[in-house]
Protein backbone atom coordinates (compact mmCIF):
# COMPACT_ATOMS: atom_id res chain seq x y z
CA UNK A 1 0.00 0.00 0.00
CA UNK A 2 1.57 2.94 -0.91
CA UNK A 3 0.56 5.57 2.34
CA UNK A 4 2.54 8.13 3.86
CA UNK A 5 2.52 11.93 4.32
CA UNK A 6 1.29 13.52 1.97
CA UNK A 7 4.25 15.73 0.31
CA UNK A 8 4.30 19.67 -0.03
CA UNK A 9 5.46 21.06 -3.15
CA UNK A 10 8.82 23.07 -2.74
CA UNK A 11 8.32 26.58 -3.53
CA UNK A 12 10.61 28.76 -2.68
CA UNK A 13 13.74 26.23 -1.66
CA UNK A 14 16.25 27.65 1.26
CA UNK A 15 19.16 27.76 -1.02
CA UNK A 16 17.09 29.96 -3.59
CA UNK A 17 16.06 32.42 -0.65
CA UNK A 18 19.60 32.63 0.88
CA UNK A 19 21.34 33.23 -2.25
CA UNK A 20 18.40 35.75 -3.23
CA UNK A 21 19.61 37.79 0.23
CA UNK A 22 23.15 37.14 -0.41
CA UNK A 23 22.65 38.73 -3.96
CA UNK A 24 20.77 42.12 -2.39
CA UNK A 25 23.51 42.07 0.18
CA UNK A 26 26.19 42.52 -2.47
CA UNK A 27 23.96 44.57 -4.79
CA UNK A 28 23.71 47.11 -1.81
CA UNK A 29 27.82 46.99 -1.38
CA UNK A 30 28.01 47.12 -5.08
CA UNK A 31 26.09 50.63 -5.23
CA UNK A 32 28.28 51.77 -2.40
CA UNK A 33 31.47 50.53 -3.75
CA UNK A 34 30.40 52.59 -7.33
CA UNK A 35 29.09 55.32 -6.47
CA UNK A 36 32.63 55.98 -4.20
CA UNK A 37 34.38 54.76 -6.92
CA UNK A 38 32.40 57.14 -9.69
CA UNK A 39 32.90 59.80 -6.81
CA UNK A 40 36.55 59.91 -6.55
CA UNK A 41 36.54 59.75 -10.60
CA UNK A 42 35.03 62.96 -10.54
CA UNK A 43 36.99 64.59 -7.81
CA UNK A 44 39.83 63.78 -9.55
CA UNK A 45 38.41 64.90 -13.03
CA UNK A 46 37.67 68.37 -11.06
CA UNK A 47 40.84 68.50 -9.83
CA UNK A 48 42.37 68.02 -13.12
CA UNK A 49 40.26 70.70 -14.85
CA UNK A 50 41.32 73.67 -11.82
CA UNK A 51 45.14 72.78 -12.42
CA UNK A 52 45.06 72.60 -16.49
CA UNK A 53 42.09 74.98 -16.93
CA UNK A 54 40.53 77.19 -14.20
CA UNK A 55 43.99 78.38 -12.69
CA UNK A 56 45.56 79.28 -15.71
CA UNK A 57 42.84 80.79 -17.12
CA UNK A 58 42.78 83.24 -13.88
CA UNK A 59 46.92 83.48 -13.81
CA UNK A 60 46.38 84.41 -17.54
CA UNK A 61 43.73 87.05 -17.82
CA UNK A 62 45.21 88.44 -14.24
CA UNK A 63 48.44 88.75 -16.00
CA UNK A 64 47.02 90.49 -18.92
CA UNK A 65 45.13 92.73 -16.83
CA UNK A 66 48.27 93.26 -14.88
CA UNK A 67 50.12 94.02 -18.15
CA UNK A 68 47.19 96.70 -19.25
CA UNK A 69 48.11 98.78 -15.80
CA UNK A 70 51.75 98.83 -17.19
CA UNK A 71 50.70 100.03 -20.58
CA UNK A 72 48.65 102.71 -19.48
CA UNK A 73 50.73 104.19 -16.98
CA UNK A 74 53.64 104.39 -19.29
CA UNK A 75 51.68 106.12 -21.59
CA UNK A 76 50.90 108.65 -19.15
CA UNK A 77 54.30 109.66 -19.25
CA UNK A 78 54.71 109.07 -23.16
CA UNK A 79 54.73 113.19 -23.42
CA UNK A 80 57.63 113.33 -21.52
CA UNK A 81 59.78 111.05 -21.88
CA UNK A 82 63.12 111.73 -22.69
CA UNK A 83 63.71 108.94 -25.50
CA UNK A 84 60.59 108.44 -26.56
CA UNK A 85 62.52 105.99 -30.13
CA UNK A 86 63.20 103.41 -26.95
CA UNK A 87 59.19 103.71 -25.92
CA UNK A 88 58.05 103.80 -29.22
CA UNK A 89 59.93 99.79 -29.80
CA UNK A 90 58.68 98.80 -26.38
CA UNK A 91 54.94 100.06 -27.28
CA UNK A 92 55.34 98.52 -30.99
CA UNK A 93 56.70 95.23 -29.32
CA UNK A 94 53.56 95.01 -26.73
CA UNK A 95 50.77 95.60 -28.88
CA UNK A 96 51.57 93.33 -32.05
CA UNK A 97 53.91 90.60 -30.39
CA UNK A 98 52.79 90.89 -26.39
CA UNK A 99 49.21 91.80 -26.52
CA UNK A 100 47.97 89.16 -29.07
CA UNK A 101 49.98 86.33 -27.58
CA UNK A 102 48.29 86.72 -24.38
CA UNK A 103 44.85 87.19 -25.83
CA UNK A 104 45.63 83.62 -27.29
CA UNK A 105 46.89 82.38 -24.42
CA UNK A 106 43.56 83.62 -22.74
CA UNK A 107 41.99 81.89 -25.58
CA UNK A 108 43.21 78.72 -25.08
CA UNK A 109 42.69 78.73 -21.52
CA UNK A 110 39.12 79.03 -21.61
CA UNK A 111 39.36 76.45 -24.68
CA UNK A 112 40.77 73.90 -22.22
CA UNK A 113 38.82 75.21 -19.00
CA UNK A 114 35.18 75.35 -20.79
CA UNK A 115 35.07 74.26 -24.24
CA UNK A 116 36.42 70.67 -23.68
CA UNK A 117 34.24 70.32 -21.04
CA UNK A 118 31.55 67.63 -21.30
CA UNK A 119 28.92 69.55 -19.62
CA UNK A 120 26.73 71.88 -21.74
CA UNK A 121 26.57 75.07 -19.23
CA UNK A 122 30.39 75.38 -18.95
CA UNK A 123 30.84 75.00 -22.72
CA UNK A 124 28.09 78.07 -23.00
CA UNK A 125 29.81 80.02 -20.50
CA UNK A 126 32.78 79.22 -22.22
CA UNK A 127 31.67 80.68 -25.41
CA UNK A 128 30.07 84.01 -23.73
CA UNK A 129 33.85 84.72 -22.19
CA UNK A 130 35.65 84.09 -25.51
CA UNK A 131 33.13 86.83 -27.26
CA UNK A 132 33.88 88.90 -24.31
CA UNK A 133 37.56 88.19 -25.24
CA UNK A 134 37.31 88.89 -28.39
CA UNK A 135 35.48 92.41 -28.22
CA UNK A 136 38.06 93.40 -25.57
CA UNK A 137 40.40 92.63 -28.60
CA UNK A 138 38.84 94.12 -31.01
CA UNK A 139 38.32 97.33 -28.94
CA UNK A 140 42.24 97.44 -28.65
CA UNK A 141 42.74 97.26 -32.18
CA UNK A 142 42.97 100.57 -33.54
CA UNK A 143 45.50 101.37 -30.54
CA UNK A 144 48.81 100.04 -33.00
CA UNK A 145 47.75 103.38 -35.51
CA UNK A 146 46.95 106.07 -33.01
CA UNK A 147 50.50 105.40 -31.17
CA UNK A 148 52.11 105.35 -34.56
CA UNK A 149 50.66 108.80 -35.17
CA UNK A 150 51.35 109.68 -31.68
CA UNK A 151 54.86 109.48 -31.81
CA UNK A 152 55.32 110.51 -35.66
CA UNK A 153 53.57 114.17 -33.52
CA UNK A 154 55.86 113.93 -30.88
CA UNK A 155 58.63 113.55 -33.46
CA UNK A 156 57.62 116.67 -35.71
CA UNK A 157 56.97 118.25 -32.00
CA UNK A 158 53.43 119.00 -32.02
CA UNK A 159 52.72 119.01 -28.75
CA UNK A 160 49.19 119.90 -28.91
CA UNK A 161 48.45 116.98 -31.30
CA UNK A 162 50.63 114.35 -29.21
CA UNK A 163 48.43 115.67 -26.16
CA UNK A 164 45.57 114.95 -27.54
CA UNK A 165 46.27 111.72 -29.23
CA UNK A 166 47.77 111.09 -25.77
CA UNK A 167 44.96 111.66 -23.99
CA UNK A 168 42.67 109.55 -26.04
CA UNK A 169 44.71 106.31 -26.10
CA UNK A 170 44.82 107.26 -21.86
CA UNK A 171 41.27 107.08 -22.20
CA UNK A 172 41.04 104.01 -23.93
CA UNK A 173 43.58 102.32 -22.22
CA UNK A 174 41.65 102.59 -18.98
CA UNK A 175 38.39 101.61 -20.45
CA UNK A 176 40.39 98.50 -22.08
CA UNK A 177 41.41 97.98 -18.19
CA UNK A 178 38.12 98.04 -17.04
CA UNK A 179 37.21 95.81 -19.31
CA UNK A 180 39.80 93.01 -18.54
CA UNK A 181 39.04 93.40 -14.86
CA UNK A 182 35.75 92.79 -15.37
CA UNK A 183 36.69 89.92 -17.50
CA UNK A 184 38.74 88.88 -14.33
CA UNK A 185 35.80 89.19 -12.10
CA UNK A 186 33.93 87.28 -14.29
CA UNK A 187 36.56 84.41 -14.33
CA UNK A 188 37.25 84.53 -10.80
CA UNK A 189 33.42 84.54 -10.19
CA UNK A 190 32.78 81.17 -12.50
CA UNK A 191 35.85 79.96 -10.45
CA UNK A 192 34.07 80.39 -7.58
CA UNK A 193 30.85 78.94 -8.50
CA UNK A 194 32.66 75.96 -10.17
CA UNK A 195 34.14 75.54 -6.92
CA UNK A 196 30.99 75.41 -4.87
CA UNK A 197 29.27 73.46 -7.25
CA UNK A 198 32.17 70.83 -6.49
CA UNK A 199 32.54 71.11 -2.78
CA UNK A 200 28.44 70.79 -2.52
CA UNK A 201 28.76 67.35 -4.96
CA UNK A 202 31.13 66.66 -2.29
CA UNK A 203 28.79 66.73 0.26
CA UNK A 204 26.43 65.49 -1.41
CA UNK A 205 28.45 62.49 -2.70
CA UNK A 206 29.47 62.58 1.11
CA UNK A 207 25.31 62.14 2.58
CA UNK A 208 25.24 59.80 0.14
CA UNK A 209 27.56 57.20 0.88
CA UNK A 210 26.57 57.75 4.52
CA UNK A 211 23.02 57.09 3.66
CA UNK A 212 23.99 53.90 0.95
CA UNK A 213 26.45 52.60 3.71
CA UNK A 214 23.73 52.80 6.28
CA UNK A 215 21.71 50.79 3.66
CA UNK A 216 24.07 48.01 3.15
CA UNK A 217 24.32 48.18 6.72
CA UNK A 218 20.80 47.68 7.63
CA UNK A 219 19.95 45.64 4.19
CA UNK A 220 23.00 43.28 5.79
CA UNK A 221 21.08 43.29 9.00
CA UNK A 222 18.07 42.28 7.35
CA UNK A 223 19.11 39.64 5.33
CA UNK A 224 21.23 37.89 8.45
CA UNK A 225 17.34 38.06 10.43
CA UNK A 226 15.85 36.46 7.58
CA UNK A 227 17.92 34.04 6.64
CA UNK A 228 17.77 33.28 10.36
CA UNK A 229 13.91 33.46 9.95
CA UNK A 230 13.99 30.92 7.05
CA UNK A 231 16.17 28.45 9.05
CA UNK A 232 14.14 28.49 12.54
CA UNK A 233 12.01 25.82 11.32
CA UNK A 234 14.91 23.53 10.96
CA UNK A 235 15.60 24.21 15.07
CA UNK A 236 11.78 23.08 15.40
CA UNK A 237 12.52 19.38 13.05
CA UNK A 238 15.44 18.58 15.05
CA UNK A 239 13.59 19.33 18.55
CA UNK A 240 10.83 16.99 16.64
CA UNK A 241 13.63 14.71 15.76
CA UNK A 242 15.14 14.87 19.67
CA UNK A 243 11.52 13.97 21.03
CA UNK A 244 10.81 11.01 18.80
CA UNK A 245 14.35 9.49 19.94
CA UNK A 246 12.76 9.93 23.01
CA UNK A 247 9.85 8.06 22.04
CA UNK A 248 7.50 10.38 21.41
CA UNK A 249 5.20 9.07 18.61
CA UNK A 250 1.79 10.87 18.77
CA UNK A 251 1.05 12.91 15.55
CA UNK A 252 2.62 16.67 14.90
CA UNK A 253 0.73 18.68 12.06
CA UNK A 254 4.42 19.18 9.71
CA UNK A 255 5.93 22.71 9.77
CA UNK A 256 4.34 24.86 6.58
CA UNK A 257 7.12 26.66 5.06
CA UNK A 258 7.15 25.78 1.66
CA UNK A 259 10.85 25.10 1.45
CA UNK A 260 12.69 22.18 1.36
CA UNK A 261 12.35 22.21 5.79
CA UNK A 262 8.72 22.09 5.26
CA UNK A 263 9.29 19.06 2.83
CA UNK A 264 11.62 17.49 5.50
CA UNK A 265 9.12 18.23 8.29
CA UNK A 266 6.31 16.72 5.91
CA UNK A 267 8.47 13.34 5.27
CA UNK A 268 9.35 13.41 9.01
CA UNK A 269 6.17 13.35 10.34
CA UNK A 270 5.22 10.74 7.77
CA UNK A 271 7.93 8.46 8.97
CA UNK A 272 7.12 9.00 12.25
CA UNK A 273 3.46 8.12 11.29
CA UNK A 274 5.01 4.94 9.94
CA UNK A 275 7.16 4.33 12.97
CA UNK A 276 4.06 4.44 15.08
CA UNK A 277 1.78 2.21 12.74
CA UNK A 278 4.99 -0.33 12.64
CA UNK A 279 4.68 -0.52 16.73
CA UNK A 280 1.13 -0.73 16.52
CA UNK A 281 1.72 -3.54 14.33
CA UNK A 282 4.36 -5.08 15.98
CA UNK A 283 2.30 -4.91 19.25
CA UNK A 284 -0.50 -6.45 17.65
CA UNK A 285 1.90 -9.41 16.26
CA UNK A 286 3.51 -10.21 19.43
CA UNK A 287 -0.44 -9.93 21.02
CA UNK A 288 -1.73 -12.32 17.92
CA UNK A 289 0.98 -14.61 18.91
CA UNK A 290 0.40 -15.26 22.58
CA UNK A 291 -3.37 -15.83 21.20
CA UNK A 292 -2.12 -18.01 18.68
CA UNK A 293 -0.11 -20.22 20.77
CA UNK A 294 -2.65 -20.59 23.24
CA UNK A 295 -5.28 -21.17 20.29
CA UNK A 296 -3.20 -23.66 19.14
CA UNK A 297 -2.82 -25.11 22.90
CA UNK A 298 -6.66 -25.34 23.35
CA UNK A 299 -7.15 -26.46 20.13
CA UNK A 300 -4.60 -29.33 19.75
CA UNK A 301 -6.00 -30.52 23.31
CA UNK A 302 -9.88 -30.57 21.75
CA UNK A 303 -8.97 -32.48 18.90
CA UNK A 304 -8.32 -36.23 20.39
CA UNK A 305 -11.65 -35.26 22.00
CA UNK A 306 -13.41 -34.39 19.35
CA UNK A 307 -11.83 -37.45 17.42
CA UNK A 308 -13.20 -39.59 19.97
CA UNK A 309 -16.79 -38.02 20.02
CA UNK A 310 -17.25 -38.65 16.25
CA UNK A 311 -15.85 -42.52 16.41
CA UNK A 312 -18.19 -42.95 18.84
CA UNK A 313 -20.83 -41.30 16.94
CA UNK A 314 -20.55 -43.37 14.48
CA UNK A 315 -20.86 -46.49 16.89
CA UNK A 316 -23.60 -44.89 18.52
CA UNK A 317 -25.29 -44.53 15.09
CA UNK A 318 -24.73 -48.30 14.34
CA UNK A 319 -26.20 -49.43 17.83
CA UNK A 320 -29.45 -47.00 17.34
CA UNK A 321 -29.92 -48.32 13.58
CA UNK A 322 -33.40 -48.64 13.42
CA UNK A 323 -34.44 -46.56 16.17
CA UNK A 324 -36.46 -43.38 16.13
CA UNK A 325 -36.55 -40.72 13.28
CA UNK A 326 -36.20 -37.95 15.95
CA UNK A 327 -32.84 -39.89 17.77
CA UNK A 328 -31.39 -40.36 14.33
CA UNK A 329 -31.66 -37.06 13.36
CA UNK A 330 -30.24 -35.54 16.74
CA UNK A 331 -27.37 -37.71 16.34
CA UNK A 332 -26.98 -36.14 12.95
CA UNK A 333 -26.91 -32.27 14.31
CA UNK A 334 -24.46 -33.69 16.61
CA UNK A 335 -21.98 -35.27 14.02
CA UNK A 336 -22.51 -31.78 12.10
CA UNK A 337 -21.13 -29.79 14.97
CA UNK A 338 -18.54 -31.98 15.84
CA UNK A 339 -17.66 -31.80 11.94
CA UNK A 340 -17.44 -27.83 11.99
CA UNK A 341 -15.37 -28.21 15.08
CA UNK A 342 -12.97 -29.85 13.58
CA UNK A 343 -12.78 -27.90 10.95
CA UNK A 344 -12.10 -24.76 12.71
CA UNK A 345 -9.92 -26.43 14.91
CA UNK A 346 -8.02 -27.19 11.75
CA UNK A 347 -7.96 -23.44 10.92
CA UNK A 348 -6.91 -22.66 14.05
CA UNK A 349 -3.98 -24.72 13.91
CA UNK A 350 -3.19 -24.15 10.26
CA UNK A 351 -3.18 -20.10 11.32
CA UNK A 352 -1.09 -20.32 14.51
CA UNK A 353 1.31 -22.84 12.37
CA UNK A 354 1.70 -21.18 9.09
CA UNK A 355 4.19 -23.57 7.49
CA UNK A 356 6.57 -21.29 5.36
CA UNK A 357 5.89 -21.63 1.46
CA UNK A 358 7.25 -23.67 -0.73
CA UNK A 359 7.95 -22.03 -3.85
CA UNK A 360 7.88 -23.84 -7.54
CA UNK A 361 6.94 -22.59 -11.25
CA UNK A 362 3.83 -23.89 -11.55
CA UNK A 363 1.03 -23.12 -14.24
CA UNK A 364 -1.46 -20.75 -12.29
CA UNK A 365 -4.11 -20.89 -15.04
CA UNK A 366 -4.39 -24.56 -14.71
CA UNK A 367 -4.35 -24.36 -10.46
CA UNK A 368 -7.09 -21.51 -11.01
CA UNK A 369 -8.96 -23.66 -13.16
CA UNK A 370 -8.55 -26.87 -11.07
CA UNK A 371 -9.43 -25.10 -7.71
CA UNK A 372 -12.62 -23.16 -9.21
CA UNK A 373 -13.44 -26.80 -10.33
CA UNK A 374 -13.18 -28.39 -6.67
CA UNK A 375 -15.57 -25.66 -5.45
CA UNK A 376 -18.26 -25.59 -8.30
CA UNK A 377 -20.38 -27.94 -6.81
CA UNK A 378 -20.35 -26.47 -3.58
CA UNK A 379 -20.98 -23.35 -4.55
CA UNK A 380 -23.95 -24.48 -7.11
CA UNK A 381 -25.55 -25.65 -3.94
CA UNK A 382 -26.65 -22.05 -3.06
CA UNK A 383 -27.26 -21.16 -6.60
CA UNK A 384 -24.06 -19.35 -7.12
CA UNK A 385 -22.19 -19.73 -10.88
CA UNK A 386 -18.12 -20.12 -11.42
CA UNK A 387 -17.35 -18.82 -14.40
CA UNK A 388 -13.34 -18.65 -15.09
CA UNK A 389 -11.44 -16.52 -17.53
CA UNK A 390 -7.67 -17.82 -17.70
CA UNK A 391 -4.95 -16.11 -19.53
CA UNK A 392 -3.28 -18.83 -21.45
CA UNK A 393 -0.30 -16.83 -22.21
CA UNK A 394 0.38 -16.31 -18.79
CA UNK A 395 3.52 -18.68 -18.00
CA UNK A 396 4.72 -20.08 -14.98
CA UNK A 397 4.57 -18.42 -11.35
CA UNK A 398 6.05 -19.20 -8.40
CA UNK A 399 3.79 -20.44 -6.15
CA UNK A 400 3.42 -22.74 -3.07
CA UNK A 401 0.32 -24.90 -5.13
CA UNK A 402 -0.98 -26.13 -1.73
CA UNK A 403 -1.38 -22.53 0.12
CA UNK A 404 -2.58 -20.44 -3.35
CA UNK A 405 -5.14 -23.27 -3.47
CA UNK A 406 -6.34 -22.53 -0.07
CA UNK A 407 -6.38 -18.73 -0.73
CA UNK A 408 -8.59 -19.34 -3.68
CA UNK A 409 -10.96 -21.50 -1.76
CA UNK A 410 -10.84 -18.94 0.93
CA UNK A 411 -11.71 -16.20 -1.52
CA UNK A 412 -14.56 -18.11 -3.46
CA UNK A 413 -15.91 -19.32 0.09
CA UNK A 414 -16.57 -15.62 0.90
CA UNK A 415 -17.82 -14.77 -2.40
CA UNK A 416 -20.66 -17.60 -1.79
CA UNK A 417 -20.87 -16.41 1.43
CA UNK A 418 -21.84 -13.23 0.75
CA UNK A 419 -24.94 -14.11 -1.75
CA UNK A 420 -27.20 -16.17 -0.28
CA UNK A 421 -29.47 -15.87 -2.44
CA UNK A 422 -27.31 -17.25 -5.21
CA UNK A 423 -25.58 -15.31 -8.02
CA UNK A 424 -22.09 -15.48 -10.25
CA UNK A 425 -18.80 -15.32 -8.78
CA UNK A 426 -16.21 -13.87 -12.09
CA UNK A 427 -12.69 -15.31 -11.75
CA UNK A 428 -9.61 -14.11 -14.45
CA UNK A 429 -6.08 -14.89 -14.18
CA UNK A 430 -3.81 -12.65 -15.97
CA UNK A 431 -0.49 -11.48 -16.78
CA UNK A 432 -0.37 -7.29 -15.91
CA UNK A 433 3.09 -6.78 -16.65
CA UNK A 434 5.52 -7.96 -14.26
CA UNK A 435 2.82 -9.35 -12.27
CA UNK A 436 0.26 -12.35 -12.18
CA UNK A 437 -3.29 -10.96 -10.77
CA UNK A 438 -6.05 -13.42 -10.03
CA UNK A 439 -9.76 -11.05 -9.82
CA UNK A 440 -12.40 -12.30 -8.19
CA UNK A 441 -15.81 -10.33 -8.66
CA UNK A 442 -19.22 -11.44 -6.55
CA UNK A 443 -22.36 -9.61 -6.93
CA UNK A 444 -23.34 -9.74 -3.01
CA UNK A 445 -23.54 -6.33 -1.14
CA UNK A 446 -20.03 -5.60 -1.33
CA UNK A 447 -18.06 -4.50 1.68
CA UNK A 448 -19.34 -2.50 4.84
CA UNK A 449 -17.01 -0.01 5.90
CA UNK A 450 -16.47 -1.81 9.49
CA UNK A 451 -15.50 -4.75 7.42
CA UNK A 452 -13.21 -2.96 5.07
CA UNK A 453 -11.11 -1.47 7.83
CA UNK A 454 -10.76 -5.24 9.41
CA UNK A 455 -10.78 -7.19 6.73
CA UNK A 456 -7.34 -8.62 7.00
CA UNK A 457 -7.69 -8.59 11.26
CA UNK A 458 -7.55 -12.26 12.86
CA UNK A 459 -10.60 -13.48 14.29
CA UNK A 460 -13.09 -10.21 12.63
CA UNK A 461 -15.83 -11.56 11.10
CA UNK A 462 -19.72 -10.78 10.95
CA UNK A 463 -20.70 -14.67 9.74
CA UNK A 464 -22.85 -16.32 12.53
CA UNK A 465 -20.12 -19.44 12.22
CA UNK A 466 -17.29 -17.93 10.27
CA UNK A 467 -14.17 -17.84 12.38
CA UNK A 468 -12.55 -14.56 10.94
CA UNK A 469 -9.39 -16.24 10.35
CA UNK A 470 -9.60 -16.50 6.51
CA UNK A 471 -8.65 -13.22 5.16
CA UNK A 472 -5.97 -13.33 7.62
CA UNK A 473 -4.26 -16.41 6.54
CA UNK A 474 -4.77 -15.44 3.20
CA UNK A 475 -2.88 -12.65 3.41
CA UNK A 476 -0.30 -14.32 5.62
CA UNK A 477 0.49 -16.45 2.64
CA UNK A 478 0.27 -13.70 -0.06
CA UNK A 479 2.91 -11.72 1.22
CA UNK A 480 4.82 -15.07 2.16
CA UNK A 481 4.59 -14.65 -1.87
CA UNK A 482 5.72 -11.27 -1.92
CA UNK A 483 2.74 -10.32 -3.56
CA UNK A 484 -0.46 -8.47 -2.40
CA UNK A 485 -4.18 -8.18 -2.48
CA UNK A 486 -6.99 -5.39 -2.56
CA UNK A 487 -10.30 -5.38 -2.02
CA UNK A 488 -12.89 -2.63 -2.91
CA UNK A 489 -16.75 -2.42 -3.62
CA UNK A 490 -18.33 -2.64 -7.29
CA UNK A 491 -20.74 -0.47 -8.78
CA UNK A 492 -23.89 -0.93 -8.15
CA UNK A 493 -22.92 -3.93 -5.77
CA UNK A 494 -20.90 -6.75 -4.91
CA UNK A 495 -17.03 -6.95 -4.60
CA UNK A 496 -14.01 -7.35 -5.82
CA UNK A 497 -10.66 -8.64 -5.26
CA UNK A 498 -7.63 -8.33 -6.50
CA UNK A 499 -4.31 -10.41 -5.95
CA UNK A 500 -1.07 -10.18 -7.28
CA UNK A 501 2.03 -12.27 -7.35
CA UNK A 502 5.00 -11.67 -8.91
CA UNK A 503 6.31 -13.17 -12.28
CA UNK A 504 9.29 -14.71 -13.25
CA UNK A 505 11.93 -11.87 -14.86
CA UNK A 506 10.88 -11.30 -18.35
CA UNK A 507 14.16 -12.95 -20.03
CA UNK A 508 13.45 -16.08 -18.03
CA UNK A 509 9.50 -16.70 -18.85
CA UNK A 510 8.07 -17.83 -22.24
CA UNK A 511 6.98 -14.60 -24.36
CA UNK A 512 3.56 -13.75 -23.44
CA UNK A 513 2.41 -11.78 -26.08
CA UNK A 514 -0.48 -10.37 -24.75
CA UNK A 515 -2.94 -10.22 -21.85
CA UNK A 516 -5.52 -11.69 -24.17
CA UNK A 517 -8.66 -12.97 -21.48
CA UNK A 518 -11.10 -15.77 -22.29
CA UNK A 519 -14.00 -14.08 -21.61
CA UNK A 520 -14.47 -9.70 -20.74
CA UNK A 521 -12.51 -7.95 -19.17
CA UNK A 522 -12.94 -7.99 -15.43
CA UNK A 523 -14.98 -4.55 -14.27
CA UNK A 524 -11.99 -2.49 -12.37
CA UNK A 525 -11.41 -1.52 -9.22
CA UNK A 526 -14.61 0.80 -9.43
CA UNK A 527 -15.23 2.22 -6.55
CA UNK A 528 -12.47 4.35 -4.72
CA UNK A 529 -12.69 2.46 -1.00
CA UNK A 530 -10.03 -0.18 -1.53
CA UNK A 531 -8.48 -2.28 1.67
CA UNK A 532 -5.28 -3.81 0.67
CA UNK A 533 -2.46 -6.29 2.19
CA UNK A 534 0.61 -6.97 1.31
CA UNK A 535 4.51 -6.59 0.34
CA UNK A 536 4.96 -3.11 -0.62
CA UNK A 537 6.28 -3.02 -3.78
CA UNK A 538 5.90 0.06 -4.89
P1 LIG B 1 -14.90 -15.42 7.84
O1 LIG B 1 -15.18 -15.86 6.43
O2 LIG B 1 -14.73 -16.55 8.77
O3 LIG B 1 -15.83 -14.40 8.33
P2 LIG B 1 -12.71 -14.04 6.66
O4 LIG B 1 -11.44 -13.53 7.22
O5 LIG B 1 -12.63 -14.90 5.45
O6 LIG B 1 -13.47 -14.73 7.84
O7 LIG B 1 -13.62 -12.79 6.29
C1 LIG B 1 -13.74 -11.75 7.22
C2 LIG B 1 -14.93 -10.88 6.86
O8 LIG B 1 -14.72 -10.15 5.66
C3 LIG B 1 -16.20 -11.64 6.59
O9 LIG B 1 -16.86 -11.99 7.78
C4 LIG B 1 -17.00 -10.62 5.77
O10 LIG B 1 -17.63 -9.68 6.61
C5 LIG B 1 -15.94 -9.90 5.01
N1 LIG B 1 -15.84 -10.40 3.60
C6 LIG B 1 -14.93 -11.20 3.09
N2 LIG B 1 -15.15 -11.41 1.77
C7 LIG B 1 -16.26 -10.71 1.45
C8 LIG B 1 -17.03 -10.54 0.24
N3 LIG B 1 -16.68 -11.11 -0.92
N4 LIG B 1 -18.10 -9.70 0.28
C9 LIG B 1 -18.45 -9.09 1.43
N5 LIG B 1 -17.76 -9.22 2.60
C10 LIG B 1 -16.70 -10.02 2.62
Known amino acids: MSDGAPRTAVRRSVVTRVLWSYAFVVLAFSLVAGWSALGLRQAAEEAALMRTGYYPLALVVRDLAAKQDIYNSQLNHITAARNPA ?24 IGRAFLASGER ?58 SLSRLQDRVDEEIDRLLDQARGREYLAIRLLIGLFAISLLSGLAMALYA ?59 RLATVGKMAAHVTHEIRNPLSSIALNLELLEDDLEGSSAEARTQLRAIGSEVERLNLLSQQYLAFARQKSSNLAEEDLADLVRESAEFVRRELAKTDVVLEVHT ?65 FEPFFTT ?76
Open 86 to 109: DLRVWFDFALRIGRPKMFGQVRSA
Open 121 to 178: NARVLGESLLADVSAIERFFSGDAERLSRLFDAIERRDEASAERLRDELVTRGSQGSS
Open 228 to 286: RRVLRPLGAVTERAKAVAEGDLEPRPPIVSGDEIGELSTTFEGMVSAIARANEQLVANE
Open 391 to 455: DDALGPVAIDEGQIKQVLFNLLRNARDAMPQGGTVRVWVRAVDAEAEIVIEDEGPGLGADARARL
Open 463 to 538: KQHGTGLGLAITRQIVEAHGGRIEFSDREPHGARVSLRLPRPAASDRPPASSTELRGEEPSGSGAPQVATAGSNRS
